[in-house]
């Protein structure tokens, strides 16, 4: 099965920071990532697919990137709404798994 | 507007069995791939199975094989899980998930909490 590395796992930041959270995959999964956004209580939502495609309705501080098996997530101006936690999932393979989450926390 | 339900979770000794339902509306079910994913208390999320459009392909996570199983009924615009041999490890809010047409969970239910406990 292909694993997936999210770093760092909490990452405390103030509103207007930019900030990047990576994922890593075991194996090659060309752009076949997605992130998600996640709040306490609520479903995921999903925010990219194909690695950098942002998805219908998602603000364009939001953006994706990488291929292979390096991906980041990159929201260029944190606003208050974008405290969360953030999941990578690869789905190269059947097995659609998911990296271990980035708390994204108020400094 | 596309809508997923679930429903069946509750209270569940260690080794029996409980059925997942998740009702969809807003979208024409039978085009999509759908999924089950869970999250257990405080932990991340785990993609536990996948079912294509019309059933042909069927993937589960090792972590459930055997024990779960993944169904639809696309008359009735609804997905199943199946669940047997529960274990407490099993505990978990569980979403079910539409495929996007290239594999990415575009939509996804409230969630339906299964616990597993004595």
């Known amino acids: 099965d292909i694993q997936m590395t999210q770093s760092p796992s909490t990452l405390s930041a103030s509103v207007g920071d930019r900030v990047t959270i990576t994922c890593r995959a075991s194996q090659s999964i060309s752009s076949w990532l997605a992130w998600y956004q996640q709040k306490p209580g609520k479903a995921p939502k999903l925010l990219i697919y194909?690695?950098?495609s942002l998805e219908s309705g998602v603000p364009s501080r939001f953006s994706g990137s990488g291929s292979g098996t390096e991906f980041t997530l990159t929201i260029s101006s944190l606003q208050p709404d974008d405290f969360a936690t953030y999941y990578c999932q690869q789905y190269n393979s059947y097995s659609r798994t998911f990296g271990g989450g980035t708390k994204v926390e108020i400094k | 507007e596309v809508q997923l339900v679930e429903s069946g979770g509750g209270l569940v000794k260690p080794g029996g069995s409980l059925r997942l339902s998740c009702a969809a509306s807003?979208?024409?079910?039978?085009?999509?791939?759908m999924n089950w994913v869970r999250q257990a208390p405080g932990k991340g999320l785990e993609w536990v199975s996948s079912i294509s459009s019309s059933s042909s392909y069927i993937y589960y996570a090792d972590s459930v094989k055997g024990r779960f199983t993944i169904s639809r009924d696309n008359a009735k615009n609804s997905l199943y899980l199946q669940m047997n041999s529960l274990r407490a490890e099993d505990t978990a809010v569980y979403y079910c998930?539409?495929?996007?047409?290239?594999?990415?969970?575009?939509?996804w239910g409230q969630g339906t909490l299964v616990t597993v406990s004595s």
């Open positions: 998930a539409r495929d996007d047409s290239l594999g990415a969970k575009d939509y």
């Open positions: 807003g979208f024409t079910f039978s085009s999509y791939s």
């Open positions: 194909k690695a950098s």
